[in-house]
């Protein structure tokens, strides 16, 4: 039976706690959902956002292959998976998923070998590299084989300021100089093929600009507003230079979640990585450019009621990764007003809630929270419940739920 708050409430992409409630009633707690109508709108929006441009999906910011499979299956614009590692990767291969960039490089004989053999295979598997041990160790493993392993190389997009580095550290080739070194040096791998170029402006597309914690919003504006010229410049310089040295590129990657607006503009971009705007979680609710919607979350049960507005609930301590800061504790989603007490947070076997609000809470009820990350919650939870106008349409596994634990 749907719930019958769905005609009344479920309509709007503001659900409300009892939407929630009425609909878990008989669910076991703790548990994770997907919103799958709030799922489709953030998949459309994101759709829209793309432009002209294909979408690959960051699956490490999804982490369920039925999800996954969900989004490839349903546009032609969606061009294929951004893996987290060569493990991942090669699971997904042998799940039938084709076109995997592994955005990340690996320096493991087996997971390289793992991937080698699915590309004798047929499949179409590229692995990530910036230094010429990684050119070498694929070359070397590729030639046992008797193979030409498609690469990429991944282009550092972060600009160093004095006393600021904007961005994040991942690839030592970042100007002319070092793409010029690293083709240099792929000249002396035959068995290596270069066949994507990456740039990730993580100082775009991961850092909100409308944040009430942290630096000051009009700063990061200001940054941001002067370093897009300078990631599009590179990223154009390099491409020519790849050219200009004989390689013909399948793609070339841009951005994320955060910086779609400005990464479709660049017409050098073939495809935007895009990950997190699916699920929406709390780091991307600071964004000036777009505003999708809380598809994903988490609930913990009232099991304690030390005082007049205070609900204990059983776990919830599932803060994110990165700099450890407020941002990357879980947010109470629902109800409305009611908020975690600063001393304890959400905690490992315990969270205290506090509430005054007009909703009747009982022992035996849910809190709902959102996770600061995307696909980090899925960490913490076997399976996820899929829901769809007031109905609990499907239970799914995530990759731990499968049995897989990549990073
Ligand atoms: C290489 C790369 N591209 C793109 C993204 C953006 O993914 P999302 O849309 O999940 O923020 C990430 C996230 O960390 C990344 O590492």
Not at 89 to 105: C, E, H, N, T
Not at 371 to 383: D, I, P, S, V
């Amino acid at each position: 039976m749907p719930s019958r708050f769905w005609n009344e409430l479920g309509s709007s992409s503001m659900k409300s706690y009892n939407y929630y409630r009425h609909l878990f009633q008989d669910y076991a707690k703790p548990f994770a959902f997907v919103d799958m109508d709030l799922f489709a709108r953030n998949r459309e929006d994101i759709l829209a956002r793309a432009g002209s441009k294909k979408i690959r999906i960051a699956s490490k910011s999804v982490r369920c292959t039925f999800l996954l499979r969900e989004l490839i299956n349903s546009s032609v614009t969606f061009q294929g998976l951004m893996c987290y590692s060569p493990r991942e990767a090669v699971y997904l291969s042998k799940k039938g998923f084709d076109d995997l960039l592994v955005a990340y490089p690996s320096m493991d004989a087996k997971d390289i070998d793992d991937v080698l053999r699915q590309t004798s295979e047929g499949k179409r598997i590229y692995l990530m590299t910036d230094h010429e041990q990684h050119l070498l160790k694929i070359d070397k493993q590729a030639r046992a084989r008797g193979l030409r392993q498609p690469v990429c190389l991944d282009l550092d997009m972060s600009i160093s300021y004095p006393g600021l580095h904007f961005g994040v550290h991942r690839s030592k080739v970042n100007n002319k100089k070092s793409t010029k070194q690293y083709l240099n040096a792929l000249a002396k791998y035959p068995n290596v093929a270069l066949k994507g170029l990456m740039g990730y402006e993580a100082q775009i597309a991961g850092l909100g600009d409308k944040a009430s914690f942290g630096v000051k919003n009009s700063v990061i504006r200001r940054l941001k507003k002067r370093a897009i010229p300078e990631i599009a410049k590179r990223r154009e310089q390099t491409v020519e230079m790849i050219r200009a040295a004989g390689h013909k590129l399948d793609f070339v990657n841009g951005g994320g979640t955060g910086s779609m607006e400005t990464t479709r503009t660049e017409q050098y971009v073939t495809e935007i990585a895009v990950g997190s705007g699916f699920y929406s979680p709390t780091l991307f609710d600071y964004y000036d450019n777009f505003k999708h919607q809380p598809a994903c979350a988490f609930a913990i049960e009232i099991v304690r009621k030390p005082n007049r507005n205070t609900y204990t609930c059983a776990g919830g301590g599932f803060p994110a990764s990165g700099s450890p800061g407020i941002d990357k504790a879980p947010a109470i989603y629902l109800p409305r007003g009611a908020k975690l007490t600063d001393n304890e947070g959400a905690g490992e076997v315990q969270t205290p809630v506090l509430y005054k609000g007009p909703q009747e809470l009982s022992l035996g009820d849910p809190i709902f929270l959102r996770h600061a990350k995307a696909g980090e919650l899925c960490e913490r939870f076997n399976e996820l419940h899929l829901v769809s106008k007031g109905k609990v349409i499907k239970t799914v596994p995530t990759y731990r739920g499968e049995g897989q634990c990549f990073l």
